[in-house]
């Protein structure tokens, strides 16, 4: 019997502080003209000292898990799409698993920057698809502003925080992942990148004084390399799954900058009003913007059951895809058990667990010690 792989779930977390055109104008030499012309932003959300990657994915999965009405225990993969992992390892993803208490998942982080949640979503879905999962939790995470040099205008204008997540479930109805195309020219690497703080350059004070963990990108080069491939990607993915544009209600692009959007509405000779931007609110928030948007529709009442959404992406690597959906979700299942025992809660009882494992741990070590069993003679 065929299997889909549904969205039955969706939540975002955005930092609370707003950070405006005009207040970044006091600090670097731009002006909101420039900005709203070239962009389309007019805001972006920076997180607070307190939040990280990981804290605003295990927000926006608590939510996605509540409007599921699935159990974070029930939950078997969890997937964090990110280009601002909090390590470089453990991955992201594991904490995230830790904090909501998905114990009986496996968990790891995608890299392929701002396309990662289209890549993500792909990974997910077959899983589901070949029935080798039951669900997963995908998450497209970022705190950006943690890697921008606020005193370069030319990128630091761009970019914004937040995370948005989707649960999929297996299903034997049609409709959810439809169909994905995902694509990579890596000799465009250099084109946009954090040059240091890996391997090839790790972190030293040359590195540090030079300003290399900052992201640097040819601004030009990216916008030529968007504009191309965006409806290329558009309409490959429907020529996969056999349909037509205008068969599609909806497209949900990565949210970069409005111009690009515009230019790919104009090769795919669509109205602007058949894609979703919220660009002006938060900027380019990378792996995050694709959920975000999502649940920005599905609330502005633009998404319906049975509506067929094109959500594509462009990004570091270089990256770019798209993925057809078939939207199958009503509203957010009412009255899951867990859901109304709060997600305080939730996350109380994970978090009790994780210090009880890390004890459990400690007290291990110290009746053990470093003599104990290693299975080393
Ligand atoms: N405020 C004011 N002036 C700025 C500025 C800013 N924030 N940033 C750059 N400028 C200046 C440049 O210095 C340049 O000045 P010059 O002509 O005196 O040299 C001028 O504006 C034009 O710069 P240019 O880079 O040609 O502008 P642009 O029209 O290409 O717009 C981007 C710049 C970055 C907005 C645009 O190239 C872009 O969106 N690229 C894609 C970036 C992206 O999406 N990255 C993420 C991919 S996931």
Not at 207 to 220: A, C, D, F, I, K
Not at 260 to 287: C, P
Not at 316 to 325: D, S, Y
């Amino acid at each position: 019997m065929a299997r889909y792989a549904h969205i039955t779930g969706w939540g975002m977390s955005l930092p609370a502080r707003v950070l405006t055109n005009q207040e970044l104008a006091r600090t670097v030499d731009t002006s909101d003209e420039w900005i709203v012309e070239r962009t389309g932003i007019r805001e972006r959300r920076v997180a607070s000292s307190s939040q990280t990657t990981a804290s605003l994915a295990t927000d926006a999965a608590l939510k996605a898990l509540a409007a599921a009405g699935l159990s974070p225990r029930q939950v078997q993969l969890v997937i964090v799409a990110t280009s601002t992992p909090e390590h470089i390892f453990p991955a992201t993803a594991c904490l995230v698993q830790d904090r909501i208490g998905a114990v009986s998942a496996g968990a790891f982080d995608l890299s392929a920057a701002c396309t990662g949640f289209v890549y993500a979503l792909s990974v997910a879905s077959q899983l589901i698809q070949t029935g080798a999962y039951q669900n997963a939790v995908v998450i497209g995470a970022e705190t950006l502003s943690r890697i921008i040099n606020w005193k370069d205008r030319s990128t630091c204008v761009l970019f914004g925080d937040g995370a948005g997540a989707l649960v999929l479930q297996a299903s034997s109805r049609p409709g959810g992942v439809l169909a994905f195309s995902i694509h990579s020219d890596g000799s465009g690497g250099d084109a946009l990148s954090l040059p240091a703080g890996g391997s090839r350059l790790p972190a030293s004070h040359e590195t540090v004084e030079q300003g290399l963990h900052y992201v640097s990108m040819n601004g030009r080069e990216v916008y030529r390399f968007a504009t191309r491939v965006m409806a290329a990607a558009t309409r490959e993915v429907l020529a996969k799954a056999g349909y037509v544009l205008s068969e599609v209600d909806l497209i949900i692009p990565h949210q970069a900058n409005q111009r690009i959007i515009e230019a790919a509405a104009k090769q795919l000779r669509l109205s602007m009003d058949r894609f979703f931007v919220n660009v002006d609110r938060y900027g380019n928030t990378s792996t995050a913007s694709i959920p975000i948007a999502i649940c920005e529709a599905f609330a502005a009442g633009r998404l319906h059951v049975g509506d067929r959404v094109v959500l594509v992406g462009f990004g570091a690597g270089l990256t770019w895809g798209a993925a057809l959906l078939q939207w199958v979700a009503h509203a957010p299942v009412p009255a899951a058990r867990w859901r109304l025992s709060g997600l305080f809660i939730v996350r109380a009882i994970a978090w009790l667990r994780s210090m009880l494992r890390r004890l459990s741990r400690r007290v291990e070590a110290f009746f053990f010690g470093e003599r104990g069993d290693t299975g080393h003679q």
